[in-house]
Structures are given as structure tokens and as C-alpha cells.
């Protein structure tokens, strides 16, 4: 689906993004693979799974709120002379707590992570696009930022806040040629699922139809097609992947 297609996937080193990088991989796409480190651990992911698919799979390193160095990461990618296609704006941060017992200082670095870097980086990615005139933007939201609950003060509200620019940025670009989309997947089997306390997990799971995680190749695999020709007349759509959530 993505054969000789350039991607930017931020936040590989783990869960969704890692899973990301190997689906989009195995679909013939070359990759800028961004994590916040270096570490033995990415390099060797990265290698394997380039060799494995016959693709280029670049590491790009940076902490997305730091200005500087994301600058540093696009200088990469534009000194590369590679065409675009797409960025999957994975990276994030979970959070919860009662609004009473979080500090506004907590909720503004939820944000910070949440919207103003993938904000900030997606500014920088689509002037690129706008050149170019395509490519598709992929934010990664969460059912959270629809269907706000108590504890959400932070990290619901956050994601709403990205699915609000996610709809802005799709009327803005789409006379371009550039679509712009967010997936809303529910409660998925990575490391952050298992930071949750266990009363909210499982409410999450009994009130999901078919009651269980979602797993990370699913959302992959959405964001996959979103980020591919096959999804040419869909911009502004924000996708819930929760099964079946109620």
C-alpha cells in the first residue's frame, strides 16, 4: 500500500509507534522513525525491521518539546531531498486525575506533549506538503477526547483539543491536496494501558462491545490505510477504533 512512500512516524520506540513502523514497513514504505533517545535497543528494532522489509528506516531523535531539536530532526529529513508523504503524529502522554486534585502546571505539560508539539512539528512537516502539493497528516487522538469522563481534565481534554486541530488543519490543507485525519482508538494493549489504574481498565474493557484490548497492530493498520492512496476522499474524519465502545 505504501511501496516508495516516505513516512515520518514520531514515538516508534514502543507500543503503537513500534508496531506503526513495522506494519508500514512491511507495506513498503521508507521511514524517518522518531524516539526521543538513542538506545541499543532502537537501533537494533530499527535495523531489523529495515533488513528484514528491504526498506530505509531512518532514526530521527528528539524530545518533542524541545523547539531546537525538532528543528534539528526536520533539517535531517529536508537535507534528505526525499518527497513526504505522510506523518503519523503518534507521540504522547497519558494522564488522570480529578481536575480539584491536578495542578494546572501538570495539566499544561499534558498539553505541551499532547498538542503544542505535535502542533508545532505538523507546522513544520506540511510547509513541505503544501510544496509538494499532497500528502496525508495522521493524528493519533483517543476515544478520551470524545467521550469526556471524570479524571479527564488533562489528558481528555488534551486530545479533544487535537481532534478540534485536526478538523481546523483538514479545511485549511484539503484545497491543497492534503489530508488531514485523527483515529480515536480505545483502551489498546501497550505499556501505557497498564499504567492505568485497574478499576478504570476494566470499566474500559466491560463497556467496549466486544470486550478487550484493542491491539496495537489494529490501530496500525487504520492508520496505515489513512496514510495511503486508498483513503484519497477522507480528510477531517476523526476514527474511533474502541471496539464497538458504548
Known sequence: MLKDKNVIITGTNRGIGKKMMEVFA???????????KETPEFLELVYSTSIKNNVTITPIYCDMINKQ????????????????????????????????MTSVDEIRRIFEVNLFSIMEFTQMVSRLMVRQKCGSIVNMASISGLDLHSGNCAYGTSKAA??????????ELAPIGIRVNAIAPGLTDTD???????????????????????????????ALFLASDKASFITGQ????????K
Do not use: Y
Open 192 to 222: 501505557m494501558a497498564a499504567l492505568m489504574e485497574g478499576k478504570s481498565g476494566i470499566s474500559m474493557i466491560r463497556d467496549s462491545s466486544m470486550g478487550r484490548l484493542g491491539k496495537p497492530e489494529e490501530i496500525a493498520k487504520l
Open 26 to 36: 512491511a507495506e513498503g514504505a521508507n521511514i524517518w522513525a522518531h524516539a526521543r
Open 69 to 100: 531539536e525538532m528543528k534539528e530532526c526536520m533539517k535531517q529529513i529536508m537535507d534528505s531531498k526525499q518527497k513526504v508523504d505522510a506523518l503519523i503524529n503518534n507521540v504522547g502522554v497519558a494522564h488522570g486525575g480529578l481536575f480539584q
Open 238 to 245: 476523526v476514527i474511533r477504533c474502541d471496539g464497538g465502545a
Open 162 to 171: 487535537l481532534i478540534a486541530f485536526t478538523k481546523t488543519l483538514s479545511a
